[in-house]
């Protein structure tokens, strides 16, 4: 397999964990035996926004792309694919943070759902 279609999965595995991390919460609400896998995840997603950790993701398809003679590129991820589209200025600190704490925040939101729901789900079996 080609250093570049390596680099195009690193990408789509990419892409996969932070859609993952934002709306895994829904897939929760079928299996919820997911949380286990899930909430660890948005714990990594949120941590590497608002600590400004590096994803090991990154580096890995950057050097696939450099051992397939194209050009890597300097950054995160986000910043480099997804931020261009969202926000035009680029990724800010304060706007790291902010997709952070966003994570966190509608996950909160889709568990407290999950939580009501099995409760009166429960009080109905009664």
Do not use: K
């Amino acid at each position: 397999m080609s250093d570049g279609l390596l680099a195009d999965l690193v990408l789509l595995a990419h892409l996969g964990f932070i859609a993952f991390v934002g709306a895994g919460g829904l897939l929760v609400a079928r299996w919820p035996r997911l949380a286990w896998l899930h909430l660890p995840a948005v714990a990594w997603g949120a941590a590497v926004e608002i600590a400004n950790l590096s994803c090991p993701l990154t580096p890995l398809e950057n050097r696939l792309r450099q051992a397939a003679g194209e050009a890597g590129y300097a950054g995160d991820f986000i910043g480099h694919y997804l931020l261009g589209l969202i926000y035009p200025e680029g990724l800010t600190r304060p706007v790291q943070i902010g997709l952070g704490l966003l994570a966190i925040g509608l996950n909160l939101v889709i568990y407290a759902w999950l939580i009501r729901r099995s409760r009166r789900q429960r009080g109905a079996d009664q």
